[in-house]
């Protein structure tokens, strides 16, 4: 299936956290935190300023972001677990 999100919103794959600390101990799942990393997937066309005028987003499929813990809903397409979020709710871009 094809998702394209609508206007300022984006779809975002988390990227997972190791398992292990740098000491060498395993992570159970239970104590893990959601990851706050991520790909973009797909970018809607963008928002709209007062006058009407289209205002093109700041990111774009593939980049690595980073955005708030509590950002976003979570969705289930094709079995994937995503995020989809207003593009404000990224911090900023991974290089």
Not at 47 to 61: H, M, N, Q, S, T
């Amino acid at each position: 299936m094809s998702f394209k999100p609508l206007h300022d919103r984006v779809v975002v794959r988390r990227i997972e956290e190791d398992e292990k600390t740098a000491g060498g101990i395993i992570i159970p799942d239970a104590a893990k935190e959601k990851p706050s990393e991520g790909e973009i997937v797909s970018v809607g066309a963008g928002a709209r300023d007062d006058r009407g005028e289209l205002i093109a987003p700041d990111v774009k499929a593939g980049d690595r972001v980073l955005f708030g813990k509590w950002s976003g809903t979570e969705i289930k397409i094709d079995g994937e677990d995503l995020l989809i979020m207003k593009e404000s709710d990224i911090m900023g871009i991974i290089d």
